[in-house]
């Protein structure tokens, strides 16, 4: 089965440089995305309870958005992304998710995504 790329967006009172910290670094997503998050060069741990998950991150350009691709999907073109978007007229920020999932996970993959992105928007007060 293939997978289906979706985008989510969501609004977000912060600055894409405060921002950025939490889509980029350890420490940050390690405070909305996974109970801890562990790097070594361009390797990423994600840890939740006794799972651990490996990404690698594919591309990044500060505070703009960074793409990492699950280690067990490296062969594949799927990815997970977080861009930062600012409106130039109104200085509106908003946050990009994209990412993949089998088309009958799909629902339940946006769902995860708005939960994470609700505790990110908890946690910086916005």
């Not at 840890?47 to 990492?68: C, G, M, N, P, T």
């Not at 977080?82 to 409106?87: A, F, T």
Request: proline share 2%.
């Amino acid at each position: 089965m293939s997978k289906k790329k979706f985008d989510l967006e969501v609004p977000v009172q912060a600055s894409p440089s405060f921002l950025y910290n939490y889509i980029a670094t350890p420490s940050g997503l390690s405070e909305w995305f996974a109970d801890n998050v562990n790097s070594r060069s361009n390797k990423f741990i994600f840890i939740w309870d006794d799972y651990e998950e490996v990404a690698h991150l594919v591309k990044s350009k500060q505070d703009e958005f960074v793409r990492f691709r699950w280690e067990e999907n490296e062969d594949s073109k799927c990815f997970f992304e977080l861009k930062i978007q600012e409106d130039e007229l109104t200085g509106d920020v908003s946050l990009i998710v994209t990412d993949f999932a089998e088309e009958d996970e799909l629902e339940e993959a946006k769902d995860l995504w708005r939960s994470q992105l609700d505790d990110l928007k908890h946690i910086i007060g916005s």
